[in-house]
């Protein structure tokens, strides 16, 4: 009984002075309004507690859980207010979001008082003794298909009151949601809704249950830029019941200076509230002051909050890096695997060749593993074996050419000539410089003219230029095709230098870097416009759109944009008539 008699006047010391403004609607059939109705943080005080849709801090744990998923880094708050008779209220938070598997906090709020007289039937005080109720919230949100965030809390309710304690169990839930509508009186607002103790916790003391009944906040939050800087002044409004309670308005103002410093008004039914703040790097103090108990008790209350760690951000680019970095590693795995590979079936032909006393394209294919790998000693010997096959073969052909020759004197110039660029010829083939290797053998058969030997080594040259060359251009208009446009113009500039001496192949290929270098400009062009025009920039996005047209006049997307852009940037704002305000307003109302 004694027990009983505590626990009233706790909770009347708190309902009558601190929150429920002593009336007779606060204590309802289902229970005794929360003493933590009145919410945490001085920010959200000073706003008049109409946060429901405006998440900036761990408040968010009490205020909308699922508003965490919204706050950027690793942040925790701690709130403190005075009360009477030495009587405080405190709170502290801590929000931790992930990227992929959402967004986790913690809080507490306490109420402790001071030294409570302990009285039966006479003036004389038997003791003293003092109480406190405190809530823990477990708290996580995520956010569901990119429509809006779910928030929820788990949270443990703890009441002692003179020898007695008890605890209770309840659970909160809440949503946020931004509809990211761009019309000029919804854009950028955000909706809330929070249903507190949606499970009602169960306090016990010795034979006594009291429910705490379920709360109910529902709310926006609406930014307007102001001047030249675009400053946010935000409006805040929200709407409260509880269980057999009328329904109670909240409504607040911030404005914010270059996120430096901050003004607030609010209003609920306590009367009006003002608050301040100051933030510097990842700090911030804030400051409320105003009236709780309908008008009763004017308090001071201030919270500070701290940032810290990587920004939602950093960590996706942090994410992006690691990803970017195990993709490399994976596709430099494949790719040692697939040139280890390539570099056993290319000796493997290119011995086969020499065995067939094939030794060019042997040749060719062991030039093709010093390219894989340029420290391979079996490539290496055998290019040289190959070269020494072919020159014993090349001066065969040409002693016989040379000797139906008289003079002595112009076989030996003639002999030392041929050898010396065939020689040269055979250098380039190893370094497969084809181009410079046909250029060595032609001056080898511009003295030996019939020599089959030599006309074999230029077509054979010809064709594996050829074939190289085709490669460039399959990969050009691989990269081509998926827009990849600066690799594409790279191989097609490898592909032009090869092709030198080809008139017909470099003409070819010299239209289609024309083709790419014209689309390349022009996507340019587009990228940049839209970029401007999304800015509402619109003189610069129509520049870049007109550029883009005089390269392809045809293209009706580009048409599309330019013409937008040319009639938003000569649109002016007007005043509207009386008259013409006056049918607008009718017509908004409708």
Do not use: C
């Not at 060749?353 to 394209?361: A, D, H, Q, R």
């Not at 290496?380 to 052909?397: G, L, P, V, Y």
């Not at 191989?491 to 010299?510: G, P, T």
């Amino acid at each position: 009984m004694r027990t009983k008699f505590f626990r009233s006047l706790f909770s009347a010391l708190f309902l009558l002075v601190f929150l429920t403004g002593a009336t007779a609607q606060d204590v309802q059939e289902g229970g005794i309004a929360s003493i933590f109705s009145k919410g945490v943080g001085a920010r959200q005080m000073g706003l008049g507690g109409a946060v429901v849709a405006y998440p900036q801090d761990p408040t968010s744990v009490f205020w909308n859980p699922a508003g965490m998923e919204y706050l950027q880094q690793k942040s925790f708050s701690l709130f403190y207010a005075s009360l009477l008779a030495g009587a405080s209220y405190n709170f502290a938070g801590y929000v931790h979001p992930t990227l992929n598997i959402g967004t986790f906090g913690v809080g507490v709020s306490r109420i402790t008082t001071g030294d409570i007289h302990h009285l039966e039937f006479t003036p004389d005080i038997l003791d003293n003794f003092s109480s406190d109720q405190s809530e823990f919230y477990l708290s996580y949100a995520k956010i569901i298909r990119n429509l809006f965030s779910f928030g929820i809390n788990l949270k443990l309710e703890r009441e002692v009151i003179f020898n007695s304690s008890g605890v209770g169990f309840g659970v909160d839930v809440s949503f946020l949601y931004r509809p990211g509508i761009d019309n000029v009186f919804l854009r950028d607002i955000q909706l809330g809704l929070t249903v507190l103790n949606a499970y009602a916790p169960r306090i016990k003391l010795e034979d006594q249950i009291e429910a705490i009944p379920h709360r109910i906040f529902l709310g926006f939050a609406k930014p307007f830029r102001l001047g030249r800087d675009r400053k946010p002044l935000y409006f805040l409004f929200s709407v409260e019941e509880g269980d057999q309670e009328s329904i109670k308005f909240r409504t607040g103002l911030e404005y914010s200076y270059q996120n430096l410093g901050m003004l607030r008004l609010g209003f609920n039914d306590d009367g009006l509230s003002f608050g301040a703040g100051a933030a510097y790097k990842q700090f911030q103090l804030d400051y409320a002051y105003g009236k709780l108990a309908n008008g009763t008790y004017n308090g001071h209350r201030i919270s500070f909050t701290a940032q810290f760690g990587k920004t939602k951000e950093e960590l996706l680019e942090v994410a992006r890096v690691r990803r970017e970095r195990e993709i490399n590693r994976k596709v430099a795995l494949e790719q040692q695997r697939k040139r280890q590979k390539n570099i056993q079936k290319l000796l493997k032909d290119a011995n086969q060749l020499y065995k067939e006393e094939k030794y060019f394209e042997a040749k060719v294919k062991f030039s093709q593993v010093l390219e894989l790998d340029a420290d391979n000693l079996e490539a290496a010997e055998m290019i040289d074996e190959s070269d020494a096959r072919m020159k014993e073969i090349s001066d065969q052909d040409i002693q016989r050419i040379l000797a139906a020759r008289q003079e002595e004197t112009e076989k030996s110039k003639t002999e030392e000539y041929v050898s010396k660029h065939v020689k040269l010829g055979q250098g380039f083939l190893t370094k497969r410089d084809f181009n410079s290797a046909i250029r060595e053998f032609n001056l080898a058969l511009e003295r030996v003219p019939e020599s089959e030997s030599i006309k074999d080594l230029v077509d054979k040259a010809k064709t594996e230029l050829k074939k190289i060359i085709n490669k460039l251009i399959d990969k050009a208009d691989n990269l081509a095709k998926k827009g990849e446009i600066d690799g594409a113009l790279e191989y097609f500039n490898q592909a032009e230098l090869l092709s030198m001496n080809d008139e017909v192949r470099y003409k070819e290929i010299e239209k289609r870097i024309s083709q790419l270098e014209t689309k390349l400009n022009v996507d340019d062009y587009l990228t940049t416009g839209i970029i401007a025009y999304r800015a509402k920039n619109w003189t610069e996005a129509r520049k870049n759109f007109e550029k883009a047209m005089k390269l392809v006049p045809n293209d009706t997307r580009i048409t599309r944009y330019y013409k937008e852009a040319e009639r938003r940037e000569n649109a002016r704002e007007e005043r509207m008539t009386p008259d013409v305000n006056k049918r607008f307003i009718k017509a908004f109302n409708l």
